[in-house]
């Protein structure tokens, strides 16, 4: 987790930094290359650039339904990176979160919902990949902990960039990478070391139709055979959530393996949501357990598996008599009923045998 340095960043307002730093544990340096406050007019200028031609006036301005749909975003913050299709230059197209989102609109009942928008990606233009600009420390970091040579010449600009990065982890195929979804989130993964692209959304490692899908352009010129990929999404609770998670987490892993390279899923321990979150919560613990938990990544087909055999099927409409939390069920169950049926659900490794071997032992006159 990087130290908490002052904001000397005058293009960047105290709150975008604080919820990059603070928030998300991003290195200050990565978040000052990488991140740019907006208000008044600049909005529209960064969220609309792509617009053609005919949604402007004769004399150049926008159309008045355009600037009506973003007129609520009084600021924002907004992030871009660069191209791997134009030699890595900087990309146009990036995302924006505004500090007063919009809500969405439900087409069934005609009304806006609750539920916010929290980011805003430009419109009438494909959703692109995001890789972040990084300093050379942080470069240094990848390379030891890849144990990859880096060059012996590297140009850094006024700004802190390092030039040449993605080209260099483009053409050392055995460095793995992470795909994610969010800038913040894979900004502070770069700040732990690890290659991290962002996602603008879980569906968006992949293009095209269910049955022609492909890996998204973006991410081609990475995708050399061989080459390892980690998805690592959010920590969910939600069943419909978690199955849409997985739909996307399978549909993305098959792309990938089918353009020969390797995948594997990581999966966050929870509660905290996002990585992000979860390295803040650790601190000085987090390059230590993020380590392990990539390390621990699941191979795609036990991934399949885990998903499968942890869903309750037909015993969700059993409510259990006793639930508990603990690392060993015979730690937290000392009796069980000595008539009837009964279940027991939890996970492998968890002392289910060990429970009912105990309770053999106890009571020999019973049947099991």
């Avoid at 357990?289 to 309750?312: G, P």
């Avoid at 490794?349 to 006159?365: F, V």
């Amino acid at each position: 987790m990087p130290a908490i340095a002052d904001n000397n960043n005058n293009d960047l307002a105290q709150n975008h930094y604080s919820e990059w730093v603070k928030g998300s544990a991003v290195d200050p340096a990565l978040v000052t290359l990488n991140v740019h406050s907006l208000s008044g007019n600049e909005v529209y200028e960064y969220l609309l650039y792509a617009l053609s031609q005919t949604a402007r006036r004769n004399d150049g301005r926008l159309r008045e339904g355009n600037l009506r749909r973003y007129a609520h975003i009084n600021s924002a913050w907004w992030v871009s990176g660069l191209d791997p299709d134009n030699d890595w230059l900087p990309m146009d197209w990036g995302r924006m979160k505004p500090d007063n989102p919009r809500c969405e609109w439900d087409k069934e009942t005609q009304q806006y919902t609750e539920k916010p928008i929290k980011y805003e990606s430009p419109p009438k233009t494909p959703n692109r990949v995001t890789y972040l600009r990084v300093p050379l420390h942080i470069w240094k970091l990848v390379s030891l902990r890849y144990d990859v040579q880096m060059p012996e010449n590297i140009t850094v600009t006024e700004s802190g960039e390092a030039l040449g990065f993605w080209a260099w982890v483009m053409a050392q195929p055995e460095i793995p990478l992470i795909l994610t979804e969010g800038e913040k989130k894979a900004g502070c993964l770069l700040t732990l070391g690890f290659v991290a692209i962002a996602l603008p959304g879980i569906w968006n490692g992949r293009v095209g139709q269910k049955d022609f899908e492909r890996l998204h352009p973006d991410l081609v010129p990475m995708a050399q055979p061989g080459r390892k990929f980690t998805i690592l999404f959010d920590y969910e609770t939600k069943p419909k959530t978690k199955h849409h998670v997985f739909q996307a987490t399978r549909r993305t892993a098959n792309v990938i393996l089918d353009g020969g390279c390797e995948c594997s899923i990581a999966l966050l321990p929870g509660p905290e949501k996002g990585i992000d979150d979860w390295v803040v919560a650790l601190g000085k613990k987090a390059d230590k357990a993020v380590s392990t938990m990539i390390a621990d990544a699941l191979t795609f087909r036990e991934y399949q598996q885990r998903f499968f055999i942890n869903r309750a099927r037909g015993l969700r409409k059993y409510k259990p008599d006793v639930t508990v939390n603990s690392r060993f069920l015979a730690n937290a169950i000392k009796a069980l009923p000595e008539s009837g049926l009964v279940c027991l659900l939890s996970d492998m490794g968890t002392g289910k045998t060990e429970l009912l071997a105990r309770m053999r032992q106890a009571r020999p006159q019973l049947s099991f």
